[in-house]
């Protein structure tokens, strides 16, 4: 039977490909029990294998060096690789990275136990991470003073940027003791010794070696830091929950220094990038002044000098001959003074020793005659004052008199004093108008009937009309 033509037919090693690269998308770790172990010089074959199964594994280049040393016949291991087919026998393998003794799946668990735990609690969000700053003037090392890792991060500091400043607090990085040596240190450069960046650093090692990095402690810690942490943890593949936590992550002690500071190179060639650009901006402007200078020179005040100091010098000689005037001016005012003053002292003896007497005498002879104006225009006060009274005292009476008389007249003809005399006003229900004739209500309305004291609330039962007499 022909296949159809719309169907494709494979072959064997494309089928075998298609699984592998499939299976490529996989990367997982499987613990189990080693047996079948193979060595060869550049790959190495083993299988992990429990009571129910059997997953063939190999090995490449230096990761097969590594694990010869440590892998031996029945030993329980712990591997992370990727899933493939190898395409020529289709046989299904796992491609292992990374092995380590099984003794650390309880660790590996309990890492992602607690990674869960504080990811659900948002210490892990990327919104909470801080930029560093580009030029840091102080930064706080936190790392252990027997490793390579603070050498590391000593020189490449020194090396990029020497101008910083580098303060270092040795901890231990291992053991018992070490998360809170880390926990302090953190807290101790917060408090007292406030820095632009810290780097906590440690060389590689076993995940039991880096189990420090992975407590709770440590990233709580981390996060409630008020200056940004780097962290440079292990190597390329290791991976903590303090890396997870800080502020940014670098894959070694090497890599934390380099993130921290940048290079003196890149910044002298960006210094010199932004001189240019100033230098430029300012040749712009100053052509752009030139230009503009040039423009108001061409015109005609600046060409023709005289147009404007003409008009000046016309202006200053205004303003001299002003100034001359009044000086003149203010000088006949003056000696016209002085002369009137000289013809005033003509009239006054030559002996000038009794002029105070005279002007005393003058003095008290014109406080006398204020003294008696002042009297008697008190007395002529005080009289008026008395007049005026008894005027507006005549005056109210009489207009007091008038407003009795009105008001008496008012009264008479007011409308209450009519009811007084048993007359009554009748009125629609709700109106003010009063009735004058019986035509003006119907049978069955109400009406209003205001006595001298009270109202009465009555309803029209009949009504009785009377002809219109002429006037």
């Known amino acids: 039977m022909k296949p159809q033509d719309e169907e494709r037919i494979y072959t064997v090693g494309e089928v075998n490909r298609l699984a592998d690269c499939l299976l490529q998308e996989v990367v997982v770790w499987v613990e189990g029990e080693v047996s079948n172990l193979k060595p060869y010089p550049q790959y190495l074959f083993f299988s992990l294998t429990e009571e129910e199964a059997v997953l063939p594994c190999v090995m490449f280049g230096d990761a097969a060096k590594e694990a010869s040393s440590i892998l031996r016949e029945g030993m329980r291991a712990l591997a992370r690789g990727r899933l493939g087919i190898y395409v020529r026998r289709g046989q299904y393998r796992m491609n292992v990275y990374q092995l380590q003794e099984a003794g650390e799946g309880r660790l590996r668990r309990e890492f992602f136990r607690l990674m869960r735990k504080l990811s ?230 030559r002996d000038y020793r009794d002029l105070p007497r005279r002007i005393h005498h003058a003095y008290e002879r014109l406080r006398t005659s204020f003294d008696s104006w002042w009297r008697w225009r008190e007395r002529e006060q005080m009289a008026g004052t008395e007049e005026l009274h008894m005027r507006m005292s005549s005056f109210l009476a009489a207009r007091n008199s008038r407003l009795e008389m009105a008001a008496s007249r008012l009264d008479a003809l007011s409308p209450l004093a009519v009811l007084s005399r048993g007359y009554a006003i009748a009125t629609r229900r709700g109106e003010v108008k009063p009735l004058r004739d019986s035509r003006e209500v119907a049978e069955g309305e109400e009406v209003d009937v205001r006595l001298h004291r009270g109202r009465l609330f009555c309803e029209v039962r009949g009504r009785e009309e009377e002809a219109e007499v002429e006037r």
């Open 120 to 349: 659900a609690e948002g210490l892990f969000d990327e919104r909470l991470k801080r930029p560093l700053p580009p030029y840091p003037e102080s930064i706080g090392l936190i790392t252990s003073l027997e490793g390579a890792a603070v050498r590391d991060v000593i020189t490449n500091i020194t090396r990029r940027y020497p101008c910083c400043r580098l303060f270092v607090r040795g901890v231990r990085v291992q053991g018992e003791d070490a998360v809170g040596d880390i926990v302090s240190a953190i807290e101790l450069f917060n408090r007292a010794c406030p820095v632009d960046v810290l780097i906590l650093a440690r060389g590689g090692g076993s995940l039991e070696d880096l189990q420090p990095f992975n407590s709770e402690e440590v990233v709580r810690a981390i996060r409630g830091s008020s200056i940004p942490v780097v962290t440079g943890v292990g190597h390329e593949p290791d991976l903590t929950l303090a890396d997870l936590a800080a502020d940014h992550r670098a894959s070694t002690p090497t890599g934390a220094a380099e993130a921290a500071v940048p290079s003196t190179a890149e910044v002298l060639s960006l210094l010199k990038q932004k001189g240019t650009s100033l230098e430029s901006a300012l040749r712009r402007m100053l052509h752009r002044r030139e230009r503009e200078l040039a423009v108001m020179g061409s015109r005609r005040p600046f060409r023709d000098r005289e147009l404007v100091l003409g008009e000046a010098g016309q202006l200053l000689a205004e303003g001299e001959a002003l100034l001359l005037n009044g000086m003149r001016g203010a000088l006949r005012r003056m000696g016209a003074e002085v002369d009137a003053h000289a013809r005033t002292l003509v009239r006054f003896p």
